[in-house]
């Protein structure tokens, strides 16, 4: 255990850029060392250690080109031509591959929301990058700019939803488009979202199923103590 410990949580992986196509090195969190101290309810970790959320970007130190893993594997000529246009002409290099601050994890993601947004990535990536924006801001603190981005984020879900979701039963989705709702106080709409989780036939997630009925009680009381009347379907138990 006390070797665990003494480890350098951080090591260095190479990627291969998908701009610039140039190989460079960059960090990430040992598993054995990501130790997650709570979680709030739409999924945002708070950690013993060092975050792993602040390396899941990586930034290219030759051509500034910003993304992840899930992010789009083979950029076009296309893609590439319109990034260096918009962003890569004007975005400064630097090696972004060792330890980094909450200020440098939020730059970096601000900076693959831009690539992503310019090259015309997935809505699900683009929807993980201002989610996880809303989560830095919250870890400092900032509730202006954290509601900003979970707005952001929320209309970004949606849209993943009308375009990706498989018979409308994705049950994860849903759940965090009621919770981000019920964050941004509008509770209506979360009683929908929620709703639909507990009550669809096809929905199988017992996990977010359970989520769900307590984000139910969570919401109930918000509404009863700003003395909201309650929608039919929540003034009996659910």
């Not at 950690?47 to 602040?54: A, C, K, L, M, R």
């Not at 090259?119 to 699900?124: A, C, N, Q, V, W």
């Not at 939803?161 to 941004?184: C, K, N, P, Q, T």
Request: hydrophobic residues 35%; contains cysteine.
């Amino acid at each position: 255990m006390e070797d665990s410990i003494q480890l350098e949580p951080l090591y260095q992986i190479k990627v291969n850029c998908p701009q610039c196509e140039e190989d460079f090195q960059t960090s990430r969190v040992r598993q054995s060392l990501k130790r997650v101290s709570r979680r709030d309810s739409d999924f945002c970790a708070y950690y013993q250690h060092e975050n792993p959320d602040f390396y899941v970007v990586r930034v290219c130190p030759h051509c500034g080109f910003a993304s992840t893993e899930n992010s789009m594997a083979k950029l076009s000529s296309a893609h590439k031509q319109k990034y260096m246009s918009e962003i890569g002409r004007r975005v400064a290099k630097r090696d972004m591959g060792g330890h980094r601050s909450r200020e440098q994890a939020l730059e970096t993601y601000k900076l693959a929301l831009m690539c992503a947004q310019t090259i015309g990535d997935r809505e699900r990536i683009i929807a993980s990058f201002l989610h996880h924006i809303a989560w830095l801001y919250r870890y400092s603190g900032e509730a202006e700019q954290e509601q900003r981005f979970l707005r952001y984020c929320l209309e970004s879900y949606i849209r993943v939803f009308e375009i990706e979701s498989v018979g409308g039963s994705d049950a994860r989705l849903m759940f965090l488009i009621g919770e981000l709702h019920r964050r941004l106080g509008e509770f209506n709409n979360a009683v929908k979202w929620f709703s639909r989780v507990i009550n669809d036939q096809r929905i199988t997630d017992s996990a977010m199923i359970r989520a769900s009925r307590e984000q139910w009680v969570v919401l109930r009381e918000q509404m009863l103590a700003k003395n909201q009347e309650l929608p039919d379907e929540m003034k009996e138990s659910k």
